[in-house]
């Protein structure tokens, strides 16, 4: 497609119940990125990916937050147990290039609003 | 460490008026630096970036920004705001990584 699509938009989950948001970005984009936004602030960095291999896992907040990206086009975000501080906005955007190229723009999806009860 | 300030939470300007968003950053080396927009309910759109050169740069919906090195800042101008403006503006540093740094925005409601 044409842009960075993001599935579901909308998540509403109880506390305690496993959760996985989809993202699909922009054909031969090598590089992914995860986000978590919550309400009044920017987005903050989850992890990142460089094809299939994930290089940066420093942000996911617990080991409950998985993400893969086994072809290195889709991605998954899964949170397991989820808790109402996951309640938020969750990002993913792409890059056209790796690492090497610092700087590249990257593209962002509309989110996935996720909200735990 | 790499850090993004943005000191003002909101800003109301009267449609027609100036706007200037300020931002100012914090990293070691020379910065990579964008804004981004964000629409209620939207993914963040690029609006510019800096990363060398000419430190005015221009960007898309006729905005502009100045780096500043000196005052460490990267401040988003636009001559004359339109009520289609109104909306959440993020500036972001890059680091060596790639990874972004975003603050915390500033939310702009434009009045008629």
């Known amino acids: 497609g044409a842009g960075v699509s993001q599935s579901p938009r909308y998540k509403v989950a109880k506390r305690g119940q496993d959760v996985a948001l989809r993202c699909d970005p922009i054909?031969?984009?090598?590089?992914l990125f995860w986000y978590q936004q919550a309400l009044g602030q920017g987005p903050e960095f989850l992890t990142y990916?460089?094809?299939?291999?994930?290089?940066?896992k420093s942000g996911l907040p617990s080991d409950r937050f998985f993400a893969e990206r086994p072809e290195g086009s889709v991605s998954t975000l899964k949170i397991q147990r989820t808790q109402q501080e996951d309640s938020a906005v969750y990002l993913c955007?792409?890059?056209?290039?790796?690492?090497?190229?610092?700087?590249?723009?990257?593209?962002f999806g509309d989110g996935t609003r996720l909200s735990i009860l | 460490a790499q850090s993004v300030t943005q000191p003002d939470i909101h800003i109301t300007v009267s449609e027609g008026a100036s706007l200037e968003l300020r931002c100012n950053y914090s990293y070691g080396a020379t910065p990579y630096l964008f804004w981004y927009v964000q629409s209620p309910g939207q993914g963040l759109q690029l609006l510019l970036k800096y990363f060398s050169g000419d430190t005015l740069v221009q960007g898309i919906k006729g905005f502009e920004a100045e780096f500043k090195r000196s005052q460490s800042s990267f401040n988003l101008r636009k001559p004359s705001v339109h009520w289609s403006d109104a909306a959440e503006y993020f500036c972001?540093?890059?680091?060596?990584?790639?990874?972004?740094?975003f603050g915390t925005g500033t939310s702009l409601t434009v009045i008629p």
């Open positions: 990916f460089q094809n299939e291999a994930q290089l940066d």
């Open positions: 972001a540093v890059v680091n060596t990584g790639n990874q972004f740094y």
């Open positions: 955007a792409s890059s056209l290039m790796g690492t090497g190229d610092k700087g590249q723009p990257q593209h």
């Open positions: 054909s031969g984009h090598v590089s």
